[in-house]
């Protein structure tokens, strides 16, 4: 499937503003925030690694082109929600202990993990301090539902935490945990630009369900490639959710489903010390065989009909539906 203009045409808007924002930062945290976004290597040189998909900044600019507003406009909320999502990927490395984002070292791999843990602070706090440059009524709306959105994120991880304690996961409680772990923010990103816009409640409301339902989808085909995914394209090891013993979707839906499937996948995560890389092909196979990657795949669907349906009649600006519709597609359908 084609790459979505949009995702350029937001990176080439947002990028500027994101690397101006961050250079103000002190020099200690400066380089090894430049680093995690691709910006910089580890010694402060020039990179071309790439900040990732900007699926966020992309949201943010269609929210604005969608209430009937210039791109510009959207600018500071695209950045905002990129730093907080930055942030949390800078976190969510080392609590899963993950050396590897994007093909290379993570932030505390590359720097320890004191400086990733202050980078990880300082770029959660640069992304409301982008947004209340100007104290306007809407930049001070905006902040609030990033505030909200944060919030919620950090709820879902916590929950996500606290799931590695038990097996006693359903899908009910993973959706739960993923709606707050990716599907606030992304319901943020898909409104902060309409907010920006002084767009009616209706439309910000109709933009930040379709965001959330998108997450819902996007969360959805993440735990998939997290098991099936190549490694050569996602940028991380074969099957690392089930070497982490994670409760994603495929997990969870077979956790709670056919009892003699369901306990010989607790028996795998039972076991003591690492998985094993048989461990993990035993894991994969069980999960398959027992529906829960056709499930998953399942849900991804229904959700992104739910996202779509979300966006129809609520007098969107019709070209920006368009890209808001194919965005969701290219999300459903990627293989990264």
Not at 102 to 108: D, E, F, G, I, M
Not at 179 to 200: M, N, P, Q
Request: with cysteine.
């Amino acid at each position: 499937m084609n790459t979505p203009v949009i995702l350029e045409r937001a990176r080439s808007l947002v990028e500027p503003a994101m690397e101006a924002a961050v250079d103000g930062l002190c020099g200690e945290l400066r380089g090894p925030s430049r680093y995690h976004l691709g910006w910089a290597g580890v010694d402060g040189s020039p990179s071309a690694a790439g900040a990732g998909k900007g699926l966020r900044p992309a949201l943010a600019v269609l929210s604005a082109e969608a209430a009937g507003a210039p791109a510009a406009v959207a600018v500071p909320g695209a950045v905002a929600v990129e730093l907080v999502h930055n942030f949390s990927l800078v976190h969510d490395d080392m609590i899963d202990g993950d050396t590897e984002r994007r093909h290379r070292a993570t932030v505390w791999a590359a720097f320890g993990t004191d400086d990733a843990i202050i980078t990880g602070d300082a770029l959660h706090n640069l992304a409301f301090q982008v947004l209340l440059v100007d104290l306007t009524p809407e930049r001070v709306a905006a902040t609030a539902r990033l505030a909200r959105a944060t919030s919620a994120m950090l709820a879902g991880q916590a929950a996500d935490m606290a799931f590695g304690d038990t097996l006693d996961v359903g899908l009910d409680d993973c959706l739960a945990m993923e709606a707050d772990k990716t599907g606030a923010l992304l319901g943020c990103a898909a409104s902060i630009g309409a907010v920006l816009a002084g767009a009616d409640p209706a439309v910000v409301e109709a933009l930040d369900s379709y965001g959330r339902e998108l997450g819902l989808a996007f969360q959805a085909v993440d735990d998939v490639l997290g098991i099936w995914g190549d490694p050569v394209v996602t940028g991380k090891a074969a099957g690392n959710d089930l070497r982490e013993r994670k409760k994603s979707m495929p997990v969870a839906i077979v956790l709670t489903g056919e009892p003699g499937a369901a306990a010989e996948l607790a028996a795998v995560y039972r076991q003591h010390g690492d998985l094993s890389d048989d461990d993990v092909a035993r894991a994969t196979r069980i999960i398959e065989a027992a529906g829960g990657r056709e499930r998953t795949l399942d849900e991804a669907g229904g959700r992104l009909g739910a996202a779509l349906a979300a966006i129809d009649g609520v007098g969107l600006v019709p070209s920006a539906c368009d890209e808001l519709r194919g965005l969701a597609r290219f999300v459903v359908d990627r293989r990264f």
